[in-house]
């Protein structure tokens, strides 16, 4: 039972993450002349851009992180515990999963929100729809100066050139 307790955050990511999936294929259905006549699901790039960033962003990861910050911080009679079951071997308790709790937030940090940190992940920032040319522009120039000292972090051959390249774009008249 302290399973399916430890796992409920990981679990929640894991669905919207396969939420994102479905969008995913049915856009691409969609531009193949594809649908479904009564489905509610939002398959336009803007909206499938926006779910993706919530991914590459962190801001999911963040959630999964507040879930077990939330689970370390509540009492033993919260609802998370299960403190209905009345059979002591069935009855998880902050006790039981302190442990687990701990290795599984760690982990997530490091697997789901720590990549998220990283340069690469953060160009995406400039993919925003709601972004001016401007905005983007100016989001990449701080990056440069963020990352100028990390020589990892600045490759010449991928983020470097990509850099120059979208301030180049983003700061032309012709955009």
């Not at 779910?51 to 009492?75: H, I, W």
Request: net charge positive; glycine share 2%.
């Amino acid at each position: 039972m302290s399973a399916l307790v430890v796992a409920r955050p990981l679990t929640q990511y894991t669905d919207e993450l396969s939420r994102v999936e479905s969008v995913r294929h049915r856009f691409h259905f969609r531009l193949r002349g594809l649908s479904l006549p009564d489905s509610k699901c939002p398959a336009n790039a803007s909206d499938l851009l926006l779910l993706n960033l919530e991914f590459t962003s962190g801001s999911r990861s963040q959630e999964v992180l507040k879930a077990y910050c939330d689970m370390l911080q509540s009492p033993p009679t919260d609802d998370c515990w299960f403190p209905w079951l009345s059979d002591n071997e069935s009855r998880v308790s902050y006790v039981t999963c302190i442990r687990q709790l701990t290795v599984a937030m760690c982990d997530s940090w490091r697997r789901l929100h720590l990549p998220t940190r990283y340069l690469p992940l953060k160009l995406f920032y400039i993919a925003a729809p709601d972004r001016t040319p401007t905005q983007a522009a100016d989001f990449l120039e701080h990056i440069k100066c963020q990352y100028r000292s990390c020589h990892l972090c600045m490759d010449a051959p991928f983020t470097k050139a990509r850099i120059a390249f979208f301030v180049r774009f983003f700061r032309s008249s012709s955009y």
